[in-house]
């Protein structure tokens, strides 16, 4: 089982910038994959970006210029640094891990741009 703790969201004004930590605890099998999507109100779950052990990382086409992911192995952390937000990125940001080929979600942050 991998137990997953999401923080760093909020609200924040448009334009501005907002760094999301999640924290993996609970499994003793390697994460091959972390990563980060997000929901917003009356939409489906979308993915936003995903970095494997070996650093490889994946984005939405329309956010990897805005949002960054990064990730620290040694203490199961996944980031995601977000720039230039606007309005159309609230939404809750669930962190999510792929070990043991299982799965994982944490319970999700709130991201609200707003002025």
């Known amino acids: 089982q991998v137990q997953l703790v999401e923080s760093g969201g909020g609200l924040v004004n448009p334009g501005g910038s907002l760094r999301l930590s999640c924290a993996a605890s609970?499994?003793?099998?390697?994460?091959?994959?972390m990563g980060w999507y997000r929901q917003a109100p009356g939409k489906q779950r979308e993915l936003v970006a995903t970095?494997?052990?070996?650093?490889?990382?994946k984005y939405a086409d329309s956010l990897k210029v805005r949002f960054t992911i990064s990730r620290l192995n040694a203490v199961n952390k996944v980031y995601l640094l977000m720039n230039n937000l606007e309005p159309e990125d609230t939404a809750v940001y669930f962190c999510?891990?792929?070990?043991?080929?299982?799965?994982?979600w944490g319970q999700g942050t709130q991201v609200t741009v707003s002025s």
């Open positions: 999510n891990a792929y070990a043991g080929l299982q799965y994982y």
């Open positions: 609970g499994s003793q099998v390697s994460i091959e994959t």
């Open positions: 970095i494997t052990r070996s650093g490889h990382t």
